[in-house]
């Protein structure tokens, strides 16, 4: 069994700065790829960010230059730090976490969300 574990989030004013964690702990041999997602209401879920193993990351356009994502190998660990936030940055963020078993089967698992409102 796999848990990811979201921490951060929270009200944050335009302009401002928030950051996001993700822990992931469980029966894991390797991560390929995190990443951020989020929904706003009424919403589909749209990727916001994510980091493959190597380090290669990929960003949605719409926070490009104010979000980097990063990730911390040994603590199976993904980071978002989230600059000059928008009122439309405002959604439930999720972790995603794509990654294999020991017993070779690959696995994506999602963390709970964590709320970030940006209020204008």
């Known amino acids: 069994q796999v848990q990811l574990v979201e921490s951060g989030g929270g009200l944050v004013q335009a302009g401002g700065s928030l950051s996001l964690s993700c822990a992931a702990s469980?029966?894991?041999?390797?991560?390929?790829?995190m990443g951020w997602y989020r929904q706003a209401p009424g919403n589909q879920r749209e990727l916001v960010a994510v980091?493959?193993?190597?380090?290669?990351?990929n960003y949605a356009d719409s926070v490009k230059g104010r979000f980097t994502i990063s990730r911390d190998n040994a603590k199976n660990t993904v980071y978002l730090q989230m600059n000059s936030l928008k009122p439309e940055d405002t959604g439930v963020y999720y972790c995603?976490?794509?990654?294999?078993?020991?017993?070779?089967?690959?696995?994506?698992?999602w963390g709970q969300g964590t709320q970030v409102t940006v209020s204008s």
């Open positions: 995603k976490a794509d990654l294999m078993h020991y017993n070779s089967i690959r696995r994506v698992y």
């Open positions: 469980g029966s894991i041999f390797s991560i390929n790829a």
């Open positions: 980091v493959t193993s190597g380090g290669s990351t």
